[in-house]
């Protein structure tokens, strides 16, 4: 073994830990003005494997640059930024840099060493977990010879129940360094064979997009006529408090019972244990929990600061990214100058449109501007009739059903409105290079998208990150080179959260995000559906596309509110991410 591969191989648990540093990380305080990740901690084999499998990834961003050397240094984080500002990235690499969690035993005048589970990672969807196995997979691969890659990470998913047969049995006899799993899939082998996550002995539990995996309840004024409603919700909750909450009041039940009697402590004996910590932060035996999102309601950071009970309030670093100021350019077709917002979330280059459908037609929703030259120069852009592109004079390159598919729907009703679904079809055949994705309502048959799609010569996929097709090939590539038959990938809010793939130009959303109704819930949603362009920088398009019709709004407790369109809701999404929606230029 070369001896780069042998201290790659020690980090991640290939050889026994001689020694352990006691030492903190050096902060991002006192690296210089570019950091670099040498400055964060990060040990030289890691960061050789990162630079051979992810040569673009040049130096941390400045949410990494916070909570990374924190990690490290075994102190609790809860970390809230913008989406693409690199915080499951990080996360993975600060936890391939734990030291691996071990125990010595002896027998027959023999010592043997024990390893065991070092951080459990908690993410939403089977496709965040792949993904991050991806990552850890990839940069293990750049070492000659490699390690065994399921004794440095695990995958654990409800996948036709397999978690609790190959997978338990894989568990057992190579406990990974990093196991990645979805919260019920952890729970099902829980109350199979605890023994064999070997709880008490991890270093790190981390429950990424952890806004969707614990729920809380919007507190609201107890004026309000729907105050019941939300009493109902809350008692709903304590009765049944979800998959995530439980695994953690597990894992974290004794650092629930220290909360608890340090509840009326005065506040001298707390400033006199956080020095101590301070000094050495080895001290605390529970592991630290990493809790992560892109957006963090105050409902929910009250709940998990003040409710929960399972951070180390002495030992916890708050990071909050800094949301970068708004570029302004120049409003186009105005007679005098007018500068506004460069389209995006936080002013990253992402365009923001809304197209309302209806038997009459395809338009811009009222008030949307012209957008940048900027944002179609980049793709070189040719302006297309739309009406052209399903007449019997074109002829675009056809893309076949699955013949399972075909069986399945040829005949059948569809739950889309087809008004709607053939204007993504135009607007992503007019206007995408390369890759788009396509999220639906939580409840929406994906395949049937995909046959319908497919029926208008669309090359649509389920996105499906175990095949390479369907999803595996654009992770982490982000080369920006077009494909002959550019790719619509078709996914639901539910498992899009948190992915990064780079290739990604466009995001088409149908209907409201998390709707129908306008809430604190729907405008998270579509910040996490926007935020899967753009990534680190990069420019990209979000185009929702909504019936033109007017709904029935209905209040918490079931009154009639009035009748309101989808386009005034998502006026009311933009107007609350101070975004200004663009025209969609094909349809002006």
Same mark, same amino acid.
């Given at each position: ?17 001689? %020694? ?33 499998? +992810? ?27 913008? %989406? ?30 024990? #390893? ?16 991050? +196995?991806?990552?850890?997979? #990839?940069?293990?691969?750049? =070492? ?17 129940? =397999? ?15 990093? /196991? ?74 004794? #650092? ?43 409902? *929910? ?35 005098? =100058?007018? /500068? ?53 004079? =074109? ?57 319908? /799609? ?37 996914? %639901? ?10 290739? /990604? ?26 935020? #899967?362009?753009?990534? +680190? ?39 609350? *991410? ?5 025209? +969609?230029?094909?349809?002006?």
């Amino acid at each position: 073994m070369s001896r780069s591969a042998e201290a790659l191989a020690e980090v991640l648990g290939q050889a026994p830990q001689v %020694t352990k540093t006691t030492t903190p990380p050096r902060t991002a305080s006192t690296a210089p003005t570019k950091v670099a990740f040498e400055d964060l901690g990060l040990h030289s084999p890691i960061l050789a494997s990162l630079r051979a499998a +992810f040569p673009n990834v040049k130096h941390p961003t400045e949410t990494q640059a916070k909570f990374i050397p924190a990690i490290l240094s075994g102190k609790d984080v809860l970390l809230k930024d913008e %989406t693409g500002s690199g915080k499951s990235f990080g996360i993975v690499l600060a936890l391939l840099n734990k030291p691996r969690m071990s125990s010595q035993e002896k027998g027959g005048g023999k010592r043997s060493v024990t #390893r065991h589970i070092t951080s459990l990672v908690l993410v939403p969807h089977r496709d965040l977990a792949h993904q991050l +196995f991806h990552w850890i997979q #990839r940069m293990v691969s750049m =070492t000659q010879p490699p390690p065994d890659i399921s004794s440095v990470a695990q995958v654990l998913v409800r996948d036709g129940g =397999t978690h609790l047969t190959q997978g338990l049995e894989t568990l057992r006899q190579t406990p990974p360094h990093v /196991l990645i799993s979805t919260p019920q899939a952890i729970f099902d082998v829980y109350k199979e064979d605890p023994e064999a996550l070997q709880l008490p002995h991890l270093s790190s539990v981390v429950v990424d997009e952890v806004d969707y995996l614990i729920e809380t309840v919007p507190r609201k004024d107890p004026a309000r006529s729907f105050r019941k409603a939300t009493v109902k919700a809350q008692r709903k909750l304590l009765a049944h408090p979800g998959v995530t909450r439980q695994l953690l009041d597990v894992i974290f039940a004794k #650092r629930k019972e220290i909360n608890e009697r340090r509840k009326d402590e005065p506040g001298a004996v707390q400033y006199r244990r956080r020095t101590e910590i301070a000094e050495n932060p080895y001290t605390d035996g529970l592991p630290q929990l990493i809790l992560s999102s892109a957006t963090l309601r105050s409902h *929910l950071n009250n709940y998990l600061f003040e409710e929960s009970g399972w951070l180390n309030k002495d030992n916890l670093l708050k990071v909050k990214g800094t949301k970068p100021q708004p570029v302004l350019h120049e409003k186009q077709g105005s007679t005098a =100058t007018e /500068l506004y917002p460069l389209d995006g979330l936080g002013g990253t280059g992402i365009s923001h449109s809304v197209l309302l459908v209806s038997e009459d037609g395809i338009e811009n929703i009222a008030g949307a501007v012209a957008p940048s030259s900027s944002v179609f120069e980049a793709q070189n852009l040719q302006s297309i009739d739309p009406q052209a592109l399903f007449t019997s004079s =074109t002829e675009p390159e056809p893309v076949e059903n699955d013949p399972e598919l075909a069986a399945k729907y040829e005949g059948t009703s569809t739950p889309f409105n087809p008004n709607a679904m053939e204007a993504i079809a135009t607007a992503f055949a007019l206007d995408v290079p390369s890759v788009a994705l396509l999220a639906l309502p939580s409840t929406s048959p994906v395949q049937r998208a995909v046959y319908e /799609l497919r029926e208008m010569g669309i090359n649509a996929h389920a996105l499906d990150l175990l095949t390479g097709e369907k999803g595996r090939s654009h992770l982490m590539r982000g080369d920006g080179s077009g494909e002959e038959n550019p790719t619509l990938l078709v996914s %639901t809010l539910a498992t899009t959260r948190g992915l990064d793939l780079p290739e /990604l130009t466009h995001v088409f959303i149908l209907g409201i995000p998390d709707g129908p109704k306008v809430t604190g819930k729907t405008v998270d949603a579509y910040v996490h559906l926007a935020g #899967r362009v753009g990534r +680190f920088g990069r420019g990209g398009k979000v185009i929702t596309v909504v019936e033109k019709e007017a709904d029935v709004e209905e209040g918490e407790a079931g009154e009639r509110r009035g009748v309101v369109s989808q386009g005034s809701k998502m006026q009311r999404i933009l107007k609350t *991410l101070n975004l200004q929606p663009v025209s +969609f230029v094909h349809f002006d």
